[in-house]
T-cell receptor, first 115, second 113 residues
Framework: EAGVAQSPRYKIIEKRQSVAFWCNPI?????LYWYQQILGQGPKLLIQ????????DSQLPKDRFSAERLKGVDSTLKIQPAKLEDSAVYLC?????????????FGPGTRLTVL | QKEVEQNSGPLSVPEGAIASLNCTYS??????FFWYRQYSGKSPELIMF????GDKEDGRFTAQLNKASQYVSLLIRDSQPSDSATYLC?????????????FGTGTKLQVIP
């Protein structure tokens, strides 16, 4: 079974530029998560999808971040315009979406550096 | 008060010793508790989860849950240098019709040969 795929693995941009990250979850997984992990901190949930719909985007800075999940499969996270404080690893995870013991599987992450 | 709290460490233990990692949570409605391991520069990977009070063992790992004290721990027996990593505690609760997971900041473990 293939794992969660993410691209690109690394991205360097200047502040005020835009960037997009792509995620392909494990086949059949209903729930998809985007996390931001700043060095030395735990993953912070940005947005959670259940199939096509958003169930939690309470911590997504909506003035600059947007995300979509097309046809309940792949997802894209965009930042426009980027700020210095957006430098972090962006992790995508997926799970079956089946109750309290639902296990998340993480992709390799995208390391973003904003100069 | 943070939803999930962990001591950031580093926790240093000699090879072969028992490493004890602790996590407290604030919401009594939390249902299940996960331990993930994250090597430097890598993504988190699941070690185990627990949802009933008591102990759950998986190989060298034992998770312990005490809901009354809102406390969950991970014991690593016979610690190896390869166990050196950051250990993330994650707490799952039902919220508005979906499962909400919150991660702690992680505890860095160093196993000294």
């Amino acid at each position: 079974e293939a794992g969660v795929a993410q691209s690109p693995r690394y991205k360097i941009i200047e502040k005020r530029q835009s960037v997009a990250f792509w995620c392909n979850p494990i086949s059949g997984h209903a729930t998809l998560y985007w996390y931001q992990q700043i060095l030395g901190q735990g993953p912070k949930l940005l947005i959670q999808f259940q199939n096509n719909g958003v169930v939690d985007d309470s911590q997504l800075p909506k003035d600059r971040f947007s995300a979509e999940r097309l046809k309940g499969v792949d997802s894209t996270l965009k930042i426009q315009p980027a700020k210095l404080e957006d430098s972090a690893v962006y992790l995508c995870a997926s799970s079956k979406g089946q109750g309290a013991t639902d296990t998340q599987y993480f992709g390799p992450g995208t390391r973003l550096t904003v100069l | 008060q943070k939803e999930v709290e962990q001591n950031s460490g580093p926790l240093s233990v000699p090879e072969g010793a028992i490493a004890s990692l602790n996590c407290t949570y604030s919401d009594r409605g939390s249902q299940s508790f996960f331990w993930y391991r994250q090597y430097s520069g890598k993504s988190p990977e699941l070690i185990m989860f627990i949802y009933s009070n008591g102990d759950k063992e998986d190989g060298r790992f034992t998770a312990q849950l005490n809901k009354a004290s809102q406390y969950v721990s991970l014991l690593i027996r016979d610690s190896q240098p390869s166990d050196s990593a950051t250990y993330l505690c994650a707490v799952n609760k039902r919220s508005g019709g979906y499962q909400k997971v919150t991660f702690g900041t992680g505890t860095k473990l160093q196993v000294i040969p």
